[in-house]
């Protein structure tokens, strides 16, 4: 068998990620450098402090991922890189990079949307699920639900109305005083409280349908703490129980309907909030009682890293389907 190796590049936010992956499978090296320490200052990330980060450090980055593949640049058969959605000063940081090392070593480029990045992950590691599968992709930025009926062929169910839930966990943990990222912070207060101790609403829960909207359960959550603030009543791990349950419990929910009014074969978690062990048990305790198998990346490619990228450019390589020189990058686009 043909060996390919495809170095993939991931600057969307606030991640500096370079990896080689091979055939669409082995890791071959995945490095990913955080800017989380220097957003934290600024309770979360500051556009063009990441695009600054971005280029001081991409050379490095992709470095390293060669150093760390034992590879040298002429070993690698394309250069797949995120060019939408995201952070546009970013992105351009990626494709800009991308373009240059792709013309100069006279490979082919691969324009990759990163939130099949993220479903991709799961195909990184995991070579048994069956289709159709319903995927719910949770990020910082996006949360749909989708239903995959093959690694590259997805149809689009439901999707926020409002808010991500990402956004959503980071929102409510700034003002909650949690710090940034919001989602592990609140996971981590979420474990010592009890959910139920207050009430916020499962929003569109008694919908029929596999839309979300986290705008309104920010509001109440919001309004919620600042009165619980004024009474002296104020718990902020029973807070961040009862939100967290509040989020999970929707999509969750709306996820395993998804699977049965589908016909799901498999249950697949994506993005950032996936890492959310919350997320994932009550996804899984659900999973089990259709007797569906439920998937989702490990902590490391759950959040934003290039090894999905390269790993999802591989099926594109094979069929020649490359960007041109003038690609460009996108803020805003939908996962179709
Ligand atoms: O996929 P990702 O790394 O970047 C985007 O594409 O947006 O997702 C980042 C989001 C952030 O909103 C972060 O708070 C959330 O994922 N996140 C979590 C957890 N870890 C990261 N949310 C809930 N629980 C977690 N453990
Ligand atoms: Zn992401």
Known sequence: MQEVKILGIETSCDETAA???????????????????????????????????????????????????????????????????????ALLVGVSFAKGFAYGLNKPLIAVNHLYGHIYANFLEHSD????????????????????????????????????????????????????????AIQKAAEKG?????????VFLDRDDFDFSFSGLKTAAMNLWNKLNRKGEADVYDMAAEFQAALVEVLAEKTVRAAKKYNAQSVMLAGGVAANSELRRVVKQKADKLGLPLYYPSLKLCTDNAAMIAGSAYHRYLK????????????????L
């Open 129 to 184: 699920i069956r289709f159709p599968a319903v995927c719910l992709v949770v990020s910082g930025g996006h949360t749909s639900l989708l239903v995959m009926k093959g690694t590259e062929e997805y149809e689009l169910i439901g999707e926020t109305l409002d808010d991500a839930a990402g956004e959503a966990f980071d929102k409510v943990a700034r003002f909650m005083n949690l710090g940034y990222p919001g989602g592990p």
């Open 320 to 335: 020649q389907d490359f960007a041109p020189l003038n690609l460009n990058a996108y803020a805003t686009m939908s996962i």
């Open 194 to 202: 009890q959910a139920g101790k207050y009430s916020l609403p499962r």
């Open 19 to 89: 990896s080689i992956v091979k055939n669409g499978k082995d890791i071959m090296s995945n490095v990913v450098n955080s800017q989380i320490k220097i957003h934290q200052a600024f309770g979360g990330v500051v556009p063009e402090v990441a695009s600054r980060r971005h280029i001081e450090n991409i050379a490095l980055v992709v470095d390293t991922a060669f150093k760390e593949a034992g590879l040298s640049y002429e070993d690698i058969d394309a250069v797949a890189v995120t060019n939408r959605p995201g952070l546009i000063g």
